[in-house]
Each structure stands twice: as C-alpha cells, then as structure tokens.
C-alpha cells in the first residue's frame, strides 16, 4: 500500500467512529475531490482547531470572546440549561422550544476517568450565577452513574444560592443516555416536564 495512503488512513482512523475500512473509503474520495475542495477543507479544519474560542459565560464554542447565545438579549437570561457537551447545546436548539442560556460544562464528574469537579466549568458557573439575575438552573445531563454523580454534587453546589429553582430534566421516560442522540420530540418533552429537585 502506498505510504501515502497509508498516512492518510492513518490519521482519518484517529477519529471517533472510523474504522480503517471507513478511512480508507474516505481516503479514495478524497482522492476523486478537486484539489481545491481538498484545501478548503484541511484549512477550514485548520482554522478550527486554532481559532475557535470558548465562551467566557457558558464555556460554549464560540468565535468571539462571547457566543452568540450569551449574547443575545432577546432570550431569557434568567433561565440557564446546564449541559455536557457542546454537542448537547445543539442538540437542544434544534429543538427550538428553548430560549433560556446554556452552561456547558466540558464532562461529567468521573473518578474512574480522573475527572474531578474542578476539571468542569462549575466555578464559572456559580460565578455566574452570583452575579445576580439567574431565576432557574435546568440540569440537562446524562442519566448514568457519573451523570447522578455530577447531578448530586451541582445540587450541594447550587444550595448556596437561596430562591435559586433548580430543576432536572424529566428522567426515566424513555430519555436515553446522552442528549446528543435523543431526539428532538424527546428532548423538548423532557424540558417541559422538568421537575423541581427536592432540596433534600
Ligand atoms: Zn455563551
């Protein structure tokens, strides 16, 4: 096999998801695309990994100091939905039932995988919210182990803040396990359905 394509293969593999087989169909198209379209896309990847910043409200993906969401003042600032990943924010504007804000942060607590609290963007968080104006938090995270985990400690976390109403997600019915595979109808009843977490 050429060395060439075997770099390539190489490196495709190194994404989720793709096998050797899928990098090297990939690879083939590659091949067939115009030179151009080639370069366009290894510099808009380029451009990516450098350039894009994280929001320095809601840890979201952004190209500016300030995503276009935090930025918004036509939504409701009062209301924040507390989510994994980036992936999850998208996952849920494509619903658009949602007009609060977001805080996105960056995993779930994981003793196994070495992620402690202080590895997620929860400081921020209730920087945030100390800074007045935040009625409800929506926690939106993942029903596994680490997810209740995380769940557990933002609640023990989120106590400081008195009249502060924080919510989770309608768990149980049917809502799989990452929100980034849940469909829209799913995630917008799940919203609706949230419920009051009993300050226990
Ligand atoms: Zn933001």
Do not use: W
Request: charged letters at 25%; hydrophobic letters at 40%.
């Amino acid at each position: 096999m050429s060395k060439l394509l075997q770099d390539v293969v190489g490196e495709l593999s190194k994404l989720p998801g793709v096998g050797r087989r899928t990098a090297l169909r990939l690879a083939i198209h590659i091949l067939r695309m115009e030179r151009d379209s080639v370069a366009e896309m290894t510099a808009s990847i380029d451009r990516f990994r450098n350039e894009v910043k994280y929001c320095s409200q809601c840890n979201n993906l952004s190209d500016e100091e300030v995503c276009p969401i935090c930025a918004d003042r036509e939504r409701d600032h009062a209301t924040i939905c507390v989510v994994e990943q980036v992936a999850d924010v998208l996952s849920v504007e494509n619903t658009r039932q949602y007009r609060g804000m977001y805080h996105v942060l960056g995993g779930v607590i994981s003793p196994m995988q070495g992620i402690s609290p202080s590895d997620l963007k929860i400081d921020l968080l209730c920087d945030r919210i100390a800074r007045g104006g935040v009625k409800e938090v929506i926690i939106a995270i993942s029903t596994s182990v680490e997810g209740e985990t995380t769940l557990f400690y933002l609640m023990n976390r989120l106590r400081q803040f008195p009249g502060l109403k924080v919510t989770s997600i309608a768990r149980g019915i049917g809502f799989g396990d990452e929100l980034e595979y849940v469909d829209e109808l799913t995630i917008t009843h799940a919203l609706l359905n949230r419920r009051e977490i009993d300050p226990a």
